[in-house]
């Protein structure tokens, strides 16, 4: 079966850097399966905002920067940019009960596409009733 799925912050900041020791074993199992053409992860403009802060501040390093990783990544076929959509900021409004902002319109975008959330994060996604990968 093949992996349809939207990418918390930390989890493609984990994938970035390939730091696959720190994503749980289902994540691993969804990035590895994309990467072999079975399925496509759907990456939300505030995942990628957050990835570009978090390699300005100097907490990762990507040996190209942001934006040639990001033209690699999606020119791979495999991953895709989600644009913040006024559905998702409607959607986000049902999600008060998960207090952070940005947490908050990443599990709108996956409940917008209606795909599991790549996320340690368990508290988001039973706030959100979304599947959780991780």
Same mark, same amino acid.
């Given at each position: 079966?093949?992996?349809? $799925?939207? *990418?918390?912050?930390? $989890?493609?900041?984990?994938?970035?850097? =390939?730091?696959?020791?720190?994503?749980?074993?289902?994540? =691993?199992?969804? !990035?590895?399966? *994309?990467?072999?053409?079975?399925?496509?992860? !759907?990456?939300?403009?505030?995942?990628?905002?957050?990835?570009?802060?978090? *390699?300005?501040?100097?907490?990762? =390093?990507?040996?190209?920067?942001?934006?040639?990783?990001?033209?690699?990544?999606?020119?791979?076929?495999?991953?895709?940019?989600?644009?913040?959509?006024?559905?998702? *900021? =409607?959607?986000?409004?049902?999600?008060?009960?998960?207090?952070?902002?940005?947490?908050?319109?990443?599990? $709108?975008?996956?409940?917008?596409?209606?795909?599991?959330?790549?996320?340690?994060?368990?508290?988001?996604?039973?706030?959100?009733?979304?599947?959780?990968?991780?």
């Amino acid at each position: 079966m093949a992996v349809l $799925a939207v *990418v918390d912050t930390h $989890a493609l900041i984990w994938y970035a850097v =390939q730091e696959w020791n720190k994503l749980g074993r289902q994540a =691993q199992r969804a !990035f590895r399966e *994309v990467e072999a053409g079975n399925g496509a992860i !759907f990456v939300p403009a505030l995942v990628l905002a957050e990835l570009s802060e978090a *390699v300005h501040r100097g907490q990762i =390093q990507l040996p190209d920067g942001v934006v040639r990783w990001g033209r690699r990544l999606f020119s791979s076929g495999r991953f895709f940019p989600v644009d913040l959509s006024w559905e998702t *900021v =409607q959607r986000a409004e049902e999600l008060y009960v998960i207090p952070e902002r940005g947490d908050r319109l990443i599990a $709108a975008t996956a409940l917008e596409l209606g795909y599991p959330l790549i996320t340690r994060d368990p508290e988001i996604a039973a706030a959100a009733q979304l599947e959780l990968i991780w």
